[in-house]
């Protein structure tokens, strides 16, 4: 362990400072991911209450088939009170064939017909409607990581208001290097971000290329 990760209370802070490198600390086991929309309160660790059983097995069942399961709301009020259809997105493929579908839903218990081997296979399943355009997924999970609401939660709002597809959402490894940001389908992983940071980084990744001084790597690829 780290003296970042071991840091109580700051250990963003105390990376920055340090300069921790962030190459490579993508994880590589994650070759697609599936993101669930839901407001919230999220627990540090396991699933809300208030989860359909159904969904909540399918997402502790995820990571066995290589899939990384995300929470995710919009970065606004309205986000913390969904009350109509909600959006999941699922994504995946080789690097350089990458796809994303969005599926909108009235009940999520219709995560339960998603195929998580058919999804790890690395192709679209069909589960929802396929998307060209990149959504971005940055960390705001406090209960896990107060760095995370620190420094992810204005990232976040930031972004939303620029009228880019930003989404807050769960733990997604590395809290020491807040705020973290995932695009999606890339998978591909920046940290180290502020809001004077943020926006350059996430118009490059809706670009579909990678910002190098915030890089993290590309998850479902083993460092080279």
């Not at 540090?44 to 969904?55: E, I, N, Q, R, T």
């Not at 709301?73 to 994504?91: L, M, Q």
């Not at 599926?103 to 999520?108: F, G, H, N, V």
């Not at 339960?112 to 399943?125: C, N, V």
Request: charged share 20%.
């Amino acid at each position: 362990m780290s003296v970042c990760e071991s840091a109580p209370g700051g250990c963003a802070a105390l990376c920055r400072a340090a300069r921790e490198p962030l190459r490579d600390t993508a994880p590589p086991q994650a070759r697609a991911w599936l993101a669930v929309e839901h407001p919230g309160p999220w627990p540090a660790f396991g699933w809300p209450s208030d989860l359909p059983p159904g969904v909540a097995e399918v997402l502790t069942a995820a990571p066995a088939y290589a899939v990384r399961p995300q929470l995710i709301r919009r970065p606004d009020r309205e986000g913390r009170a969904v009350t109509g259809e909600r959006v999941v997105f699922v994504a995946g493929g080789p690097v350089g064939a990458r796809w994303l579908e969005r599926r909108l839903t009235a009940d999520l218990c219709d995560v339960e017909k998603l195929d998580l081997a058919a999804l790890a296979d690395g192709g679209p399943p069909g589960f929802g409607a396929p998307l060209r355009e990149r959504v971005l997924l940055v960390c705001t999970h406090g209960k896990r990581d107060v760095c995370c609401a620190r420094y992810g939660a204005p990232v976040a709002r930031d972004l939303a208001a620029r009228g880019l597809p930003a989404w807050e959402t769960t733990h997604l490894g590395g809290d020491q290097f807040a705020a973290n940001m995932v695009c999606l389908p890339d998978g591909t992983y920046h940290g180290r971000l502020d809001r004077g940071s943020a926006a350059d980084v996430a118009f490059a990744c809706l670009r579909g290329e990678v910002s190098p001084a915030h890089y993290r790597g590309r998850a479902g690829v083993s460092p080279t």
